[in-house]
């Protein structure tokens, strides 16, 4: 199983399939490697627009849940770790624009 695709998972369909293999996720076994954190976040650094549904329905299709099985306390923890994650890419992008508009002369007035 850890060399099947991703589309055997529950809930991740041609689109999300699509968008991990632009990111270099292209098997089960690489997904759960990752973990639902460290793959969304690089999903977000690959150039995808943050979502918390995408983020939680990667979460239940690594349980095998359906992903509209996320409810009261369990999503609130989720969408905590969501924020998180979307917080460390969308740093880690400003860092790496001011870097590159630094190194070209680029200067706060």
């Known amino acids: 199983m850890d060399d099947a695709p991703l589309s055997t998972l529950r809930n991740i369909g041609p689109a999300m399939e699509a968008a991990f293999a632009e990111v270099g996720i292209e098997t089960v076994g690489a997904l ?60 880690a992008e400003r860092d790496a624009f001011e870097t590159m508009m630094d190194a070209i002369g680029v200067v706060e007035r």
């Open 32 to 91: 759960r490697d990752l973990g639902t954190d460290a793959a969304y976040a690089r999903l977000l650094r690959g150039g995808h627009r943050p979502h918390f549904i995408g983020f939680y329905v990667i979460e239940m299709a690594l349980q095998g849940r359906p992903w509209n099985d996320c409810k009261g306390d369990e999503k609130a923890a989720l969408r905590s770790r969501f924020d998180t994650v979307k917080a460390s890419a969308t740093d």
